[in-house]
Every structure is written in structure tokens, then in C-alpha cells.
């Protein structure tokens, strides 16, 4: 799986038109629309994939967006959507339509969502976010999680493969209860 930070504002609206000033970006991700029918005439000034749903929660507009191809990209965020199951649901139609589902996710432990979603996603694209967690939390798991050359190898056994607790709580503090 190979990762990439979030790249926001690879475009400029003006009026109903754009500025083509995407230079340097993958993708247009986070274009912020209330009518889901507003993104074609964005898209079609675009030279870059377009990619949304990190605030959608909805799954009609989802299925909009896939249907009528309003992104080239769908990236439904892994926690405000709802989790992994609807997620999922997402990609899957996303596949129908020979679309790729990017996640996106909030910081922290969410890389291990995201782990969880390329190990059964089959079409997630070339780039995921990455908020850096791994270089906080890789330590908790057997073998460590690296990031090697923008990759970041899927364990390959059960689970995520957490170390014994007692090791990762060893510098834990006791929080008492106030009152």
C-alpha cells in the first residue's frame, strides 16, 4: 500500500469556473460541494482526478458520485462515515464502476482501519493518507509496522498483530477518578 499526505486545495473555485493551478498534485481531493451536482463542471477544467466523500456520510450521495461519476475517486473517511462496514460497501460499489476507493482518515491509530481496509479492498488506488501514526504507535506490533520506500507492508497473520499488552502499558499511567 503506498502512502501519501493529504493533499487539500489542488484547486481554486471561481465562480462557476477553476484555476488550473494543480500543479504538483496527484489527486484534487476535498472539493467542497452542497449540491453533488456542482462537481462535473469543476472536474471538467481539471487535469488531476478528482476525489470525494472524507465529509460525506451519506450513502445516496455516495451512490451518486459512483453513478454518475461525478469523482474520479471516492474517499469515504473510515470514521465520519460510519466504519469499516460502510466503508466497504462504498469500495464495492466504487469497483462496480471500475472506480477506486481511497480512505480517508482522522490521525492516531487510524492507519490500523486503514490496514484493515486494503487487506479486503482489492481496487483501493495508488495513494492512501497517512497521518503518521505508524511512527508512534509501529513499536505495539510483532514484527514492528515500517513504512519502507512510501510502503507499508499489510501483516499477513490474524489480527493486526498487537504485542502483549502488559508491553505496551508497561509506561502507562494510572488515571484515578476525580471526587
Same mark, same amino acid.
Given at each position: 500500500?503506498?502512502?501519501?499526505?493529504?493533499?487539500?486545495?489542488?484547486w481554486?473555485?471561481?465562480?462557476?469556473?477553476?484555476?488550473?493551478?494543480?500543479?504538483?498534485?496527484?489527486?484534487?481531493a476535498?472539493p467542497?460541494?452542497?449540491?453533488?451536482?456542482h462537481?462535473?463542471?469543476f472536474r471538467?477544467c481539471?487535469?488531476i482526478?478528482?476525489?470525494?466523500?472524507?465529509?460525506?456520510?451519506s450513502?445516496?450521495?455516495?451512490?451518486y458520485?459512483?453513478?454518475?461519476?461525478?469523482?474520479? &475517486?471516492?474517499?469515504?473517511?473510515?470514521f465520519?462515515?460510519?466504519?469499516?462496514?460502510?466503508?466497504?460497501?462504498?469500495?464495492?460499489?466504487?469497483?462496480?464502476?471500475d472506480?477506486?476507493?481511497?480512505?480517508?482518515?482522522?490521525?492516531g491509530?487510524?492507519? &490500523?482501519?486503514?490496514?484493515?481496509?486494503?487487506?479486503?479492498?482489492?481496487?483501493?488506488?495508488?495513494?492512501?493518507?497517512?497521518?503518521?501514526?505508524?511512527?508512534?504507535?509501529?513499536?505495539?506490533?510483532?514484527?514492528?509496522?515500517? &513504512? &519502507?520506500?512510501?510502503?507499508l507492508?499489510?501483516?499477513?497473520?490474524?489480527?493486526?498483530g498487537?504485542?502483549?499488552?502488559?508491553?505496551v502499558?508497561?509506561?502507562?499511567?494510572?488515571?484515578k477518578?476525580?471526587?
Amino acid at each position: 500500500m503506498k502512502l501519501s499526505p493529504e493533499v487539500p486545495g489542488g484547486w481554486r473555485q471561481r465562480h462557476l469556473g477553476c484555476d488550473r493551478k494543480a500543479a504538483g498534485r496527484r489527486f484534487c481531493a476535498r472539493p467542497s460541494f452542497l449540491d453533488p451536482r456542482h462537481p462535473p463542471r469543476f472536474r471538467r477544467c481539471l487535469t488531476i482526478p478528482v476525489a470525494l466523500g472524507e465529509q460525506e456520510f451519506s450513502q445516496w450521495r455516495f451512490q451518486y458520485t459512483i453513478r454518475e461519476r461525478v469523482a474520479d &475517486i471516492v474517499q469515504p473517511d473510515l470514521f465520519y462515515y460510519g466504519g469499516l462496514i460502510r466503508s466497504i460497501r462504498v469500495a464495492r460499489m466504487a469497483a462496480l464502476r471500475d472506480m477506486p476507493a481511497s480512505p480517508h482518515l482522522s490521525g492516531g491509530f487510524g492507519f &490500523i482501519y486503514l490496514l484493515h481496509f486494503a487487506s479486503c479492498v482489492p481496487k483501493i488506488g495508488p495513494w492512501q493518507e497517512y497521518k503518521e501514526g505508524v511512527k508512534q504507535y509501529g513499536d505495539w506490533f510483532n514484527p514492528p509496522l515500517r &513504512i &519502507i520506500d512510501g510502503a507499508l507492508i499489510v501483516p499477513q497473520g490474524p489480527g493486526v498483530g498487537i504485542v502483549d499488552p502488559k508491553e505496551v502499558l508497561k509506561d502507562a499511567a494510572v488515571m484515578k477518578p476525580v471526587g
